[in-house]
């Protein structure tokens, strides 16, 4: 074979090779539809079949959950019988006895004497039970002022209910039936919800009974503002008027909230769903059962969050922590050394670093308890040890303190911040039934100025101005002359009866 001859055979195998190649990558195409192989076809039968397995499996999680925790969610009816009061006949007015007559004629027109028959009032709600023994959980708000409970299972059984108490400052009620053949729900640890986790919702919104719906966990912590202790789960489960007192459970068939309130604008359904966390209702409805009412530790503060700028008035370099505002007299606080001026940083060596903290802590901690206190005052950390009382459902007046009036207590001052005061006299406290003796009375705030801006609002009584004790307008005015409006002027007041801290500040 020659030169020539053998360099045409390796290019013609070339040749045969690239054809080849060619007609298989057409066979390809021509084996796949729209560009995509068989083989790319089965990538995607093979996912799409996981999903759909993965889809199955978490519907069966919810079918799992259905129908272990449905026996034991139950609807809660409560009457309460209104009884109107015998209306008493007003004294008649000369001008309408020209044309009713005497008392015998205005009877005539008027029935004063046979007051309308009453009527009852029922409310609906929804609970869990908790134990075998009839104790079920739902919301104080579902059985306040009830004289009548009603509870019906699952099975469609009704019972009357006992309310065993009631807890106002949570919401939550304890309830008991006697009943056989009970199914109590497991309470699961709330520490351990996060934020993304599926959760399903079961209660009888608007009457509609064992609705399950699902959702997730879209925060925890949450306050909202309806109750005095909050540390909401928030969900987006669909909660709706009715739904008050069920449970909202996790995957494992574990109650990890109570269902509680809602954020709505029309009154149903928006996305935003509050629970009761289980942490709380295991230690509450516990003391409920137990003692009749929760227990409750005092430290006798009157607390408020920091910030930036009132941080920077104590010289603290953080905002993480809680200004006591006041302290009552005769409390755990006041007889340990605690002051006003104090922040709070500490309860037992655990951080706290805002109101919600600090209150939740020491409300969790029962009467008697020995704690320590870590506060910052000027310029370092002082540890406190406290034995606390218990907190009354009675709300406690702070005492009156300060010196005798004077005639120059009737003046009144306008100031550069934009507020208006007048010195406290005896006759204006009491008109305004405050037990504070010392002060200027904000009796006017410009829109807008630094005072708006402050948040100090009319009928405040202003204590202290940077720690200095005011006694009239006159001496407000002439502290404000001299303050620090760059850096902050820290005014002490009393508002509802309540002492706060707040900032005259230019803003950065």
Not at 66 to 76: L, Q, R
Not at 220 to 226: I, L
Not at 383 to 410: I, Y
Not at 474 to 496: A, S, T, Y
Request: charged share 25%.
């Amino acid at each position: 074979m020659t030169s020539r001859q053998r360099t045409y055979c390796v290019s013609g195998t070339t040749v045969v090779l690239l054809f080849g190649m060619v007609v298989g990558a057409m066979g390809l195409f021509l084996w796949s539809e729209n560009g995509v192989s068989y083989a790319d076809r089965d990538d995607g039968a093979r996912a799409a079949q996981q999903a759909l397995s993965t889809a199955e499996d978490l519907s069966k999680a919810f079918q799992f959950v259905a129908e272990s925790v449905g026996p034991s969610v139950v609807t809660i009816s409560s009457i309460q019988k209104i009884h109107p009061t015998r209306q008493s006949r007003p004294e008649i007015p000369e001008e309408l006895r020209r044309f009713f007559g005497d008392e015998d004629d205005w009877d005539k027109f008027f029935d004063f004497q046979n007051p309308p028959e009453g009527f009852n009032r029922q409310g609906l709600g929804s609970g869990v039970i908790i134990s075998q023994d009839g104790y079920i959980v739902t919301n104080n708000h579902v059985v306040r002022n009830a004289d009548d409970v009603v509870v019906t299972l699952a099975d469609g059984r009704q019972f009357d209910a006992k309310v065993v108490g009631v807890d106002r400052r949570t919401d939550l009620a304890v309830l008991r039936i006697e009943a056989e053949g009970l199914t109590p729900a497991p309470l699961g640890d709330s520490e351990d919800v996060v934020v993304g986790q599926w959760v399903l919702a079961i209660g009888s919104p608007f009457n509609y009974q064992q609705t399950v719906t699902a959702g997730i966990v879209s925060a925890t912590g949450r306050t909202v503002g309806v109750t005095e202790y909050e540390n909401f789960i928030q969900t987006d489960a669909a909660i709706n008027p009715g739904n008050s007192g069920g449970p909202l459970v996790n995957l494992r068939g574990q109650v990890i909230g109570i269902n509680t309130v809602i954020a709505s604008r029309s009154g149903g359904f928006n996305g935003l769903g509050f629970a009761i966390p289980s942490n709380w209702v295991r230690r509450h409805t516990g003391a409920i059962v137990k003692h009749g009412h929760v227990q409750r530790g005092k430290l006798g503060v009157i607390i408020q969050d920091l910030n930036r700028d009132l941080a920077r008035q104590f010289d603290f370099d953080t905002d993480k922590g809680v200004l006591v505002s006041d302290v009552m007299t005769g409390s755990p606080a006041e007889s340990a050394g605690i002051q006003a001026g104090d922040i709070i940083v500490n309860v037992n060596g655990t951080a706290v670093d805002e109101v919600r903290t600090l209150r939740n802590t020491i409300a969790h901690t029962l009467p008697g308890t020995p704690v320590q206190i870590g506060v910052f005052r000027d310029g370092r950390e002082e540890m406190f040890d406290v034995v606390l009382d218990e907190l009354e459902d009675e709300l406690v007046r702070l005492s009156s303190r300060g010196s005798d009036s004077s005639d120059e207590r009737e003046q009144e001052t306008s100031t550069d911040a934009g507020l208006t005061v007048q010195t406290l006299t005896p006759e204006l406290a009491r008109s305004m039934k405050t037990q504070v003796e010392n002060g200027v009375v904000v009796m006017k705030i410009e829109p807008g100025s630094l005072a708006s801006r402050a948040m100090v609002r009319p009928g405040d009584v202003i204590v202290s101005v940077d720690n200095r004790p005011v006694g009239t307008a006159q001496e407000f005015g002439e502290l404000l002359e001299r303050g620090d409006f760059e850096g902050g002027i820290l005014l002490r007041l009393v508002r509802n009866g309540i002492r706060r801290y707040e900032i005259l500040k230019v803003r950065d």
